[in-house]
């Protein structure tokens, strides 16, 4: 089986490499359309910022590739951002994949809830589907965000910080998870196997 993470603007593509590694899994890191056509599996992980990674991807064309593949994809964290319609983070306009406009926490209400939500958080699946189980209902998993996907009709886990949010989204092949599986233990490790697995 091939595994490609795509290699574009974005911090943190090789936690994941070394995270799909301790699984068992050999990936690749890869900017070539053909190599991310061909793959069995492709990871869309990052850290960054939304309008920038978008630009990027453009630029290189990165953005029809993702959005033509047919195979498994999972998009990790601002992977999850720009596979949605828009981002308030720059003003991006994202691939729109799911059916979500990303928004900034607000915590003027809570103060006390620091921005960016770091740290672990509990999931809670809202729907069954391949890469979260009911096993993973209430496991406790790592974020670091300051942008949210709202629930919406493509959602299949939440979280709750300052407002329930999207912990993960499903749409035919595309996969995401708001919060870092690479980061997030046992838990993580288990949700990525569900992810070679599908």
């Not at 994202?94 to 939500?117: Q, T, V």
């Not at 989204?169 to 490790?189: C, I, M, W």
Request: aromatic share 10%.
């Amino acid at each position: 089986m091939s595994i490609a993470i795509v290699k574009y603007n974005a911090g943190n593509v090789f936690s994941v490499q070394c995270a799909l590694q301790r699984i068992g899994v050999e990936a690749v890191i890869t900017d070539d359309a053909e190599a991310l056509r061909c793959a069995d599996k492709v990871v869309f992980p990052g850290v960054g910022e939304a309008s920038t990674a978008m630009n990027y991807l453009r630029e290189h064309r990165l953005d029809e590739v993702i959005k033509s593949l047919t195979q498994p994809v999972l998009g990790i964290c601002i992977g999850l951002q720009l596979l949605c319609r828009s981002s308030e983070e720059g003003g991006a306009q994202c691939m729109g994949i799911f059916d979500a406009d990303i928004r900034r926490f607000d915590n003027a209400a809570c103060p006390e809830l620091k921005i960016p939500h770091m740290g672990w958080n509990t999931i809670d699946v809202t729907r069954d589907n391949g890469l979260i189980t009911e096993a993973q209902r209430e496991a406790w998993v790592y974020y670091v965000h300051s942008y949210y996907a709202p629930v919406c009709r493509d959602t299949i886990a939440t979280t709750h910080y300052i407002t329930p949010f999207s912990a993960a989204l499903h749409r035919d092949n595309f996969y995401a998870t708001q919060f870092h599986p690479e980061k997030s233990g046992d838990v993580g490790e288990t949700i990525l196997k569900q992810f070679i697995e599908l």
